[in-house]
């Protein structure tokens, strides 16, 4: 079974109150869950292995150390994961990015997907699919699913808030995907929309309605 983590940071769960609040505005909105994104992908590559190596400072000779292993793939879902991307870039800016687009259709909610484009060695990189929201889980779900159809072996998932039912899935589905969330919310509502969640991620990142 996949582990689920809260990242409980205080700079996390400040600035997801934020977040939450209706009154936040597009433009902050945005800045925020770009800060989030990254705090969080900070947060989640603690345990990215290192390697030795030894280089010359101006003084003497230094055994130091630097990233060893696979290298990363971002994979934001469409359209809210795009929210996220800059802000893990800022950390990590030779990742490479895919794109998944997926919606969710209003009446049946399940994921519908209309685009996908990775780069060519996601077999050998370690990859992170970004999502804000986890709702019921059929579009992460989804998502990885054609991931490994197309040879992924590693996979991480980041949401800034899930719903049980979104977990659920996602580690029956996927017990080798670990999860990673700043807020595990309480349940859904009878719309699919997490509660007490922020309401639609892709709307309020974009100004759309
Ligand atoms: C939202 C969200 C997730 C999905 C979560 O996307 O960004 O992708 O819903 O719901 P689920 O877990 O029930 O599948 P949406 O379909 O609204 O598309 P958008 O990102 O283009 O706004
Ligand atoms: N998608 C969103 O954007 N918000 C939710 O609460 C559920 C799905």
């Known amino acids: 079974m996949g582990n689920v983590y ?8 400040h600035k997801l109150t934020y977040i939450r609040n209706k009154s936040t505005g597009t433009k902050e909105f945005r800045e925020l869950v ?12 603690r345990d990215l292995p290192l390697e030795e190596i030894t280089v010359e400072t101006p003084v003497t000779e230094a055994k130091t150390k630097i990233l060893a292993g696979k290298k990363i793939g971002l994979i934001p879902i469409l359209r809210a994961g795009l929210g996220m991307v800059d802000g893990i870039l800022r950390l990590i800016p ?7 687009g997926l919606y ?3 009446e049946t909610l399940k994921p519908v997907e209309y685009y996908i484009k990775l780069p ?10 970004i999502d804000p929201m986890l709702a019921t889980g059929g579009s992460a779900n989804d998502a990885i699913h054609s991931l490994k159809k197309r040879g992924a072996k590693q996979i991480r998932l980041m949401c800034l808030i899930a719903a049980p039912e ?3 899935l996602v ?4 017990p080798d995907v670990d999860i990673y ?12 929309y997490i509660v007490p969640g922020l309401g639609d991620a892709g709307d309020r990142l974009y100004g759309t309605k």
């Open 181 to 192: 969330l700043a807020a595990l919310d309480e349940k859904l509502n009878e719309k699919g």
């Open 120 to 129: 060519s060695d996601i077999d050998e990189r370690e990859l992170i699919v």
């Open 34 to 45: 770009d800060e989030v994104a990254a705090l969080m992908a900070f947060e989640i590559t």
């Open 104 to 106: 969710r259709d209003p």
């Open 171 to 174: 580690q029956q589905q996927h």
């Open 166 to 168: 979104g977990v659920e």
């Open 94 to 100: 030779a990742a490479r990015v895919g794109h998944v």
């Open 6 to 13: 809260v990242l409980d940071h205080p700079l996390i769960q």
